[in-house]
């Protein structure tokens, strides 16, 4: 049985380790957390050790694998250690604080073969998948454009939150939520050739970050794809859409605050009636289950899981262009 650390014991491990405590071939063997009460806590749960400090795991030579799930300023100096001490790492979105870390831990990867994956669960939504299976059979196209819009209503005391630091995090709404969005349309779509962007905080007290960002992108085939991330939606949503020469795709909802998942899948026939067809996920949110399937699944065939660290580093790259379009007011272009 491979053992696992788990670095922080905050919500995101309330989601993750569930998944863990199902599988009969991994066992849950720290939990780190800077709060001990945290720390012991979940470590009750799972009959795991813990501690307050995270290179205690890191050294121990039975753990295979190490879930970073603590804030974005810490995630390259935990992931690194991890991958140099011949661990496979899991590691929440965004990859980094910055980009200079996360190129670190992408070369880290490379250059200790083992694997890095960024947490996009959004990828394993079962209503994305199906779209992607859609897509990937060209049922839809060549596809035109794309939109995305997703959206939050922010909290009384988002300022004095960790979000909200500037220290810890490297953006705003867009970077914590609407990255979700700018990596669902480059697994689809591919790499993009240039972004347009706008950034404004217009509403809570949390500058130099944004409570609201807007993007449009463009492919290099020449695909357009608008995007909004908002933390002033004052009721939650998630939309993704691509539209193609024969059809689209829309996938709506996530579960709980956002309403049903939702996928809707309709054709371009133009001397017919309006027809599509609408798939309804009812069920609690899988989306965490299927993505550590597919990170130990990478990890026992040693190959490069779905989401991975370069996708990770891409998408942050695609948001830092955004934030440099705002500020110069124009078009920034990406390296091919």
């Not at 909290?155 to 709404?173: C, D, F, M, P, Y």
């Not at 905080?201 to 608008?226: K, V």
């Not at 949503?237 to 829309?250: A, P, R, T, V």
Request: overall charge positive; charged content about 25%.
């Amino acid at each position: 049985m491979k053992k696992i650390a788990v670095i922080g014991a905050g919500r995101q491990a309330m989601r993750r380790l569930p998944p863990i405590l199902d599988d009969k071939h991994y066992k849950i063997s720290w939990v780190i957390d800077r709060q001990s009460h945290k720390a012991q806590l979940l470590a009750s749960l799972y009959n795991a050790k813990w501690d307050t400090d995270w290179k205690v795991a890191i050294r121990d030579r039975e753990t295979h694998a190490v879930l970073v799930l603590t804030y974005p300023d810490s995630h390259a100096q935990i992931s690194i250690a991890a991958m140099q001490s011949e661990k496979d790492v899991l590691c929440e979105k965004p990859l980094a604080r910055d980009l200079n870390q996360a190129k670190l831990m992408v070369n880290t990867a490379d250059s200790t073969k083992r694997i890095l994956k960024c947490g996009f669960n959004h990828r394993y939504h079962p209503a994305v998948c199906e779209a992607y299976k859609i897509f990937s059979k060209g049922l839809i196209g060549r596809p035109l454009f794309g939109r995305g819009r997703y959206g939050i209503q922010g909290r009384i005391g988002l300022k004095k939150e960790w979000r909200s630091n500037r220290k810890i995090v490297g953006g705003g709404q867009l970077m914590e939520q609407g990255i979700h969005l700018i990596d669902l349309f480059h697994w689809f779509l591919g790499k993009f050739h240039k972004v347009t962007g706008f950034v404004k905080t217009n509403y809570w007290p949390i500058q130099p970050l944004e409570d609201n960002a807007f993007a449009i992108l463009e492919t290099s085939s020449g695909a357009c794809i608008s995007i909004h991330s908002s933390l002033t939606q004052w009721k939650n949503l998630f939309d993704f859409e691509i539209y193609g020469e024969k059809g689209y795709l829309n996938v709506s909802g996530l579960g709980g605050s956002y309403g049903t998942e939702k996928l809707i899948f309709g054709l371009n026939t133009p001397a017919s009636p309006f027809n599509h067809k609408t798939i309804e996920y009812r069920q609690e949110d899988i989306s965490w289950k299927s993505e550590w399937n597919e990170f130990k699944n990478s990890i026992s065939s040693r190959r490069e899981p779905t989401g991975n660290g370069q996708d990770g580093l891409y998408a942050m790259e695609v948001v830092n262009k955004i934030y440099k379009s705002s500020k110069t007011n124009r078009t920034e272009f990406l390296t091919k």
